[in-house]
């Protein structure tokens, strides 16, 4: 622990021990349960924290439009965010193009990423059917399923990646 940690410690324990507590700054406000619920979720590769729902690229393509073409463009290959299709081959080139089909390793992840972060404007918007949906059409963009493969909880984590074994895990 460090010096200054070590301070403000002992500056939070003299001003509760002076009963001065209740003269410090009121942050933060409490979280609900459904609202921590909303947020407080963990996917991991093998599927475990995957919710119900389902989806293919068919279904997926309406959801792009509405939500994700005028950052990511038409088809996934950019505009004003990076592409999300693409630079298949390109990681060990001078000029790496790092994509969901050149450079995730999991399926999963394209799930959890778009769940917790996506539409920019409006994170957490997409119901889970719209995510496996938007989920399916990129990896279907990618060329790694196809249109009316159907992806859920089940079929996700199956996926494989491209890049999968790209990574060199250190313990």
Same mark, same amino acid.
């Given at each position: 622990?460090?010096?200054?940690?070590?301070?403000?410690?002992?500056?939070?324990?003299?001003?509760?021990?002076?009963?001065?507590?209740?003269?410090?700054?009121?942050?933060?406000?409490?979280?609900?349960?459904?609202?921590?619920?909303?947020?407080?979720?963990?996917?991991?590769?093998?599927?475990?924290?995957?919710? *119900?729902?389902?989806?293919?690229?068919?279904?997926?393509?309406?959801?792009?439009?509405?939500?994700?073409?005028?950052?990511?463009?038409?088809?996934?290959?950019?505009?004003?965010?990076?592409?999300?299709?693409?630079?298949? *081959?390109?990681?060990?080139?001078?000029?790496?193009?790092?994509?969901?089909?050149?450079?995730?390793?999991?399926?999963?992840?394209?799930?959890?990423?778009?769940?917790?972060?996506?539409?920019?404007?409006?994170?957490?918007?997409?119901?889970?059917?719209?995510?496996?949906?938007?989920?399916?059409?990129?990896?279907?963009?990618?060329?790694?399923?196809?249109?009316?493969?159907?992806?859920?909880?089940?079929?996700?984590?199956?996926?494989?990646?491209?890049?999968?074994?790209?990574?060199?895990?250190?313990?």
């Amino acid at each position: 622990m460090s010096m200054h940690n070590i301070g403000i410690i002992i500056i939070l324990n003299i001003l509760v021990t002076a009963g001065l507590a209740d003269e410090l700054p009121d942050l933060g406000v409490p979280v609900d349960a459904e609202t921590l619920a909303a947020i407080d979720f963990t996917v991991l590769p093998n599927g475990d924290g995957l919710p *119900d729902g389902s989806g293919t690229a068919a279904g997926g393509a309406a959801i792009y439009q509405l939500h994700c073409l005028a950052c990511h463009g038409e088809g996934g290959i950019g505009s004003v965010n990076d592409s999300l299709v693409g630079g298949h *081959d390109s990681l060990a080139t001078q000029r790496p193009q790092k994509t969901v089909g050149s450079y995730w390793p999991y399926a999963t992840t394209i799930f959890d990423y778009v769940r917790r972060a996506m539409p920019l404007q409006a994170p957490g918007a997409l119901s889970n059917d719209e995510i496996y949906a938007v989920t399916a059409y990129l990896l279907f963009l990618n060329g790694i399923v196809g249109e009316d493969k159907e992806i859920n909880s089940r079929t996700l984590p199956l996926v494989e990646m491209p890049n999968r074994d790209g990574f060199v895990w250190v313990y």
